[in-house]
């Protein structure tokens, strides 16, 4: 199995506990997930990615900056999910709804 094979098969297996992390804290803020299961999945994937290539759950959707101190603030669920959803009715990457 090639480094990529395995990476892949990485990013399958913590997608699915991402996914069941963001169904929980989305029921216990009165929110639902997206419920386009393609976008839906690309957003968690990109979690997934971000968790094994970083260490740390950042925002697919938001440029890191490089700073550690700084980057804590698009560790999902990012500083501005509260806000957007309450504004838009969904956080900046359409992972969680109002």
């Given at each position: 199995?090639?480094?990529e094979e395995k990476f892949n098969g990485s990013v399958d297996a913590l997608s699915e506990e991402i996914l069941e992390w963001a169904k929980s804290y989305a029921r216990e803020?009165?929110?639902k997930i997206n419920p386009d299961e393609k976008q839906l999945g690309a957003v968690v994937k990109g979690l997934a990615r971000n968790t094994l290539k970083f260490?740390?759950?950042y925002c697919p959707c938001r440029i890191r900056s490089g700073d550690s101190e700084k980057d804590k603030e698009i560790i999902c669920p990012c500083i501005y999910h509260r806000d957007e959803i309450e504004t838009d009715g969904n956080c900046h990457?359409?992972?969680?709804y109002k």
């Open positions: 199995m090639s480094d803020n009165g929110w260490g740390e759950r990457c359409h992972l969680f």
